[in-house]
């Protein structure tokens, strides 16, 4: 006689089977998660490393313009929300950086950019601001990251994120969408926030995961992306 499994032998397998996919999707989403995050702070310090490359071998100015959507817009494209973000790259055609600092503001003539690389799409991260590190023994370490971009009295300035009222006096429009947030490079590589004339010592692009269109503000799978102002060197943050 062949022997079968009970009702009660296939109820517990089915209890046990449950419980340990109780465990393992949590541990699996925490994995996405921290890839999303991981992938885009290597996505965006990659775009800022091409950006400078270029502006100094081709003598001229490059615009690296951010912009945060609901990762499901239902209104215009530009209107701002959270979960997607958007990275454009245009340089100027005549090698100038068009507009002084001063001017009036306005936005960068479509006639004198061009656009040298397809609009980047980054999903379900926010561009956030993480606050000033909490001191670490380990420098490579978020916790231990320097602190340059929290310091002083106009520090937020030096900070590109999607809670920040500071905004590029000369927007970046493409593709219906207006970048109002940019990091400038200069033919020798240095580069600028929004248009300030002081450059960054070190300026700071700062990453949190969202879920759909919300902010995840508690997740520790954060990153920041830093930069220096004169070198252009770019570094990127982890716990």
């Keep these: ?85 958007l990275i454009a790259m245009a340089a100027s055609i005549d090698g100038t950086q068009i507009f002084d600092d001063s001017s009036t503001t306005a936005s960068l003539p479509s006639n004198r950019i061009v656009a040298i690389e397809k609009l980047l799409r980054l999903d379900n991260v926010h561009l956030a601001d993480l606050a000033a590190p909490a001191g670490g023994n380990n420098p490579a370490s978020l916790d231990g990251r320097p602190d340059d971009p929290y310091t002083g009295d106009e520090s937020s300035k030096f900070r590109v994120n999607s809670e920040s009222s500071a905004q590029t006096p000369h927007p970046l429009n493409m593709l219906q969408y207006t970048f109002n947030q940019t990091v400038r490079f200069s033919p020798n590589g240095e580069a600028s926030i929004n248009g300030e004339t002081d450059l960054p010592r070190i300026g700071e692009i700062g990453l949190c995961p969202t879920q759909g269109s919300r902010v995840d503000s508690n997740n520790k799978n954060v990153a920041a992306i830093q930069f220096t102002g004169a070198g252009g060197n770019v570094e990127i943050y982890r716990r």
């Design 1 to 85: 006689m062949k022997k079968a499994f009970t009702l009660i032998e296939l109820l517990v397998v089915v209890a046990v089977m449950s419980a340990l996919t109780a465990l393992i999707v949590p541990a699996l989403s925490g994995l996405q998660t921290a890839g999303n995050i991981t992938n885009s702070a290597y996505e965006i310090a990659s775009a800022l490393q091409r950006a400078r490359t270029y502006a100094m071998t081709h003598n001229t100015y490059v615009w690296v313009g951010f912009h945060e959507e609901s990762a499901s817009p239902t209104a215009s494209a530009n209107t701002p929300g959270s979960g997607r973000v």
